[in-house]
């Protein structure tokens, strides 16, 4: 199993840089997490989460944070340029990002593309060029979109999440040769995390109800299960219990025509094989 790395996708960018001060002030007044949790009053998972990158937080927890550290407004400050830099996300995106950060499990199923989550940086650039996106405003949304991969990397707090691939996506590869074979591996890469379970959903599985739609399901802190339906012209939000219990049945369905986990895994080191040769290597 490879070990767990830190994957943050932001490079210096304002939500990463308001994670490092958090730990920084941490480190240097000397205090565990545990002992800050007991004397702020505040979740340590949540405060362990701000500090990996994986939350925000609200403007009341940082104030506390300036407060106890001594640091005047200064973490405040980061965080508002934190908040501003997520505004990044589209309009008709942002209800779905701000309850995918607060999801504490995701299922997914995709027809055509790896989940964002699940994209190398080299898979998310051709993604997004392909929409449209370039020059400053395409770098922008690459790291946008590989900083969500905090939330499965998070060593304190992983949130558990499962990917239905339809066999489509994995043969369907990137012109760029060398950038596919670094999205398959890291396909198998993440597939040996605990926490994540990926799976192909072969052709002969046939004509189901998501065969064009790409879906995301997220249960949130108080066990209500939500889904987000997309497509090329396109997307919805669904939050009434009878309509997400009818598309999660749907999703079971095909989790259960899906090839297995390690079956998934074989597959893809297949697709490896049949590659050419990395005339670098």
């Not at 890469?189 to 004509?207: C, K, N, R, W």
Request: proline content about 6%.
């Amino acid at each position: 199993m490879p070990a767990r790395r830190t994957v943050t996708g932001r490079s210096g960018g304002p939500r990463e840089r308001f994670a490092q001060e958090l730990k920084k002030e941490r480190v240097q007044k000397g205090v565990s997490l545990r002992k800050l949790a007991e004397d702020l009053g505040w979740s340590e998972s949540l405060l362990s989460r701000m500090e990996n990158g994986v939350l925000l937080g609200g403007p009341d927890v940082v104030e506390a944070l300036d407060v106890y550290y001594g640091t005047g407004d200064k973490l405040l400050t980061l965080w508002e340029l934190a908040v501003a830099d997520k505004q990044q996300f589209k309009l008709k995106y942002r209800p779905y990002m701000e309850l995918e950060e607060k999801a504490v499990a995701l299922w997914h199923y995709g027809p055509t593309t790896p989940p964002g989550v699940l994209q190398t940086a080299g898979y998310a650039r051709a993604a997004l060029m392909a929409g449209g996106y370039e020059g400053e405003e395409l770098e922008r949304q690459i790291e946008a979109r590989l900083g969500r991969q905090r939330a499965l990397f998070d060593p304190a707090n992983p949130v558990p999440f499962r990917s239905i691939m339809s066999e489509a996506v994995l043969r369907n590869p990137l012109t760029d040769l060398a950038e596919w074979r670094r999205q398959l591996e890291f396909l198998l890469e993440v597939s040996e995390l605990p926490d994540v379970t990926i799976q192909v959903l072969p052709f002969g599985a046939g004509l189901h109800r998501l065969v064009n739609t790409d879906m995301m399901f997220l249960q949130l802190p108080d066990g209500k299960i939500v889904a987000y339906s997309e497509n090329d012209v396109q997307s919805e939000l669904f939050e009434e219990t009878s309509r997400v219990a009818d598309l999660n049945r749907t999703y079971d369905a095909l989790r259960d025509l899906a090839l297995s986990p390690a079956e998934t895994r074989r597959f893809i080191m297949r697709l490896l094989e049949e590659l050419p040769c990395d005339p670098s290597t």
